[in-house]
């Protein structure tokens, strides 16, 4: 007979993203709904090892809907890859009765879930997919993502007008070390004049070529977005790659965004959908639903087992990638 879940703990853990805050908010007013106890873990798998474990109640999440980061705080755990630190882990969740968990985070969050789900196959766990990358298979978009693609866009805007000014070709850095979805939203929206992603081999001649198309159309400035895991090397390379080839514009400049990207306030978009996640956990969690992580699919919920959000890759568009390159001539 599977055990009455009466209290289940959260925690965020990895890299921090727009829209936490708001799943922790739902998951929280969720579970008051259901009569639950609900219990926050501070910093991630690291503060489970340490026993920092406390009641959270209503009061504790109002007002932190529209907040930036995590609450509950965060944090990269090596101890958690020990048998000895998930051991220890689970015995402080079991000094503290807790009969669920919910963690919020990205891939490593959930590699971390489903060994510790192998070695204590008791403790159900649900994953919400909080990461500005959105490389998560199973779900159409993360908790994040759509912030960080709106600081970028923000931020090559105003570039914009300098590159217009100056006659100068720009490069400009955006996170993607396995994924070029922020480089490849922010290049349309931000009517770019290349990208370069990790999907795709683009050689520095081909973005030579592109550029060269622009140029015939007395476009006398550009800007690319590379995302930081393109083939090509670092953003730095290849500017001063293409500007051995090329010599049609005033100056060469690069721009890393970097760490911006993370933070903000979140989306109306990431907020709604982070709330709709952290909502259908506890529920998932209620109907006796395991080892899956809470994603959003054609605009319905879908629940996808850790190891096909893990190991598979989340397709890019390659209409859209396609679209992209036609635009940017």
Known sequence: MEKEIKRIAVLTSGGD???MNAAVRAIVRNAFHNDLHIYGIMRGYEGMIDGNIRRLETTDVSNIIHRGGTILKTARSKRFMTPEGRAQAYENLVDNDIDALIVVGGNGTFTGALQFMKEFPQLPIVGLPGTIDNDLYGTDFTIGFDTAVNTAVEAVDRIRDTADSHNRLFFVEVMGRHSGFIALHTAIAGGAGGVMIPEEDTTIDDLVRLLKRGAKRSKL???VLVAEGNHMGTVYDIADKVS?????????????IGHLQRGGSPSTLDRVLA????????????????GVMVGIRNNNVYYTPFEEAIAKQKPLNKDLLRMAHILAQ
Do not use: R
């Open 17 to 19: 993203s727009p829209g």
């Open 221 to 223: 400035f550009s800007i």
């Open 244 to 256: 051995e080839k090329i010599d049609l514009y005033d100056d060469i400049k690069v721009t890393v």
């Open 275 to 290: 709330s709709v996640l952290g909502f259908n956990a506890v529920e998932a969690l209620l109907s006796g639903k395991s």
